[in-house]
């Protein structure tokens, strides 16, 4: 079973249940958890619940996650579970699912993202995922993973809004009004940078797309976008890069979290996906600002 299997398993409610569970010690009897996690309220002297499958659908992607364990009679923290605020959360769950095996279930969350990558390399634009609908995303997305999850299928269209959700979550997607978000990994980028160290540092451009692509997997050449690229049978430019790092290094650029350099001698320089309307076309190094988070 995967996170996206309990769709409304959200990552505020997840993290909810993760504090909560702390905040007892690290583990509840099995009667105590659920009148916790589902009190409900009155209403005319009646009890009035959430439905069981709502209730437990954050329990069911926090195991599916691995941060809780559980059988009849209690509930448990995860053995090590550090806890933090909503950031460190979302640095947790980055790294536990940027970790997970091929084939695992949770690998599609960022499979997926990884084939969105590969596949706006190869036609060039990111523009694609606004003209199909969730049912055609899911089916193109499901055709260009493997393995299988409960239903039979790692993608459908109930788990792309779930997908998003955590996406969102873990700062590789940006929320549109009136429109679906746009997959941006701008803010993990800088996230990444700040927890590699890099903070504050200049760097040529082939250090700092190692640094990326082995903290960011599924943007250009880290594993999981070169596993996608051959799934779906491209070969990725040696020279430049695809829409969606180049979007996200073109918006960091233009926050000042890092500042894009050309020098004067520009052989061997990095070049980003087209993009008229913007004045950056190519790199030779990069500088970091001292802090890069928001």
């Known amino acids: 079973m995967s996170v996206l ?11 909810s249940l993760v504090a ?3 905040a007892l010690g690290g583990e509840a009897d099995r009667e105590t958890f659920d009148r916790l996690l589902n009190p409900g309220f009155q209403r005319d002297g009646v009890l009035v619940q959430a439905s069981p499958k709502l209730a437990g659908d954050g329990p069911g992607a926090a195991t599916a996650l691995g941060l809780v364990e559980s059988d009849r009679r209690e509930v448990r923290s995860a053995e090590g579970m550090p806890i933090g605020d909503m950031s460190d959360f979302a640095d947790l769950i980055h790294d536990r699912l940027c970790g997970v095996a091929v084939g ?5 969350v960022l499979d997926a993202y990884a084939w969105v990558g590969a596949e706006s390399d190869r ?11 969730r049912e ?5 997305a499901n055709a260009a993973l493997i393995g299988e999850d409960d239903d039979g299928r790692m993608m459908n269209s109930t788990k792309v809004p779930a997908w ?4 969102r979550f873990m700062g590789l997607g940006q929320p549109m009004p009136e429109t679906l978000d746009y997959p941006s990994p701008a803010t993990r980028i800088a996230i990444e940078l700040r927890r590699s160290g890099s903070s504050g ?3 040529d451009s082939a250090s700092f797309l190692r640094i990326v692509a082995a903290r960011c997997p599924y943007l250009d050449g880290g594993r999981l976008f070169t596993q996608a690229c051959r799934r779906i049978g491209h070969t990725p430019s040696e020279t430049r890069l695809s829409p969606l790092l180049s979007g996200a290094l073109r918006d960091l650029h233009d926050e000042r979290s890092i500042t894009l350099h050309l020098a004067g001698d520009s052989t061997g320089a990095v070049l980003l996906a087209a993009e008229p ?6 790199f030779t190094s990069v500088e970091i600002a001292a802090e890069t988070a928001s």
């Open 5 to 15: 299997s309990r769709p409304q398993g959200t990552p505020d409610r997840v993290w």
């Open 20 to 22: 909560g569970l702390t």
């Open 104 to 108: 695992d279930t949770n690998a599609v």
């Open 123 to 133: 036609v060039g634009g990111l523009g694609w995922i606004y003209d199909v609908g």
């Open 136 to 140: 055609e995303f899911a089916d193109l």
């Open 164 to 167: 998003r959700r955590w996406l």
């Open 201 to 203: 540092t200049t760097l």
């Open 277 to 282: 309307t913007h004045p950056i076309g190519s």
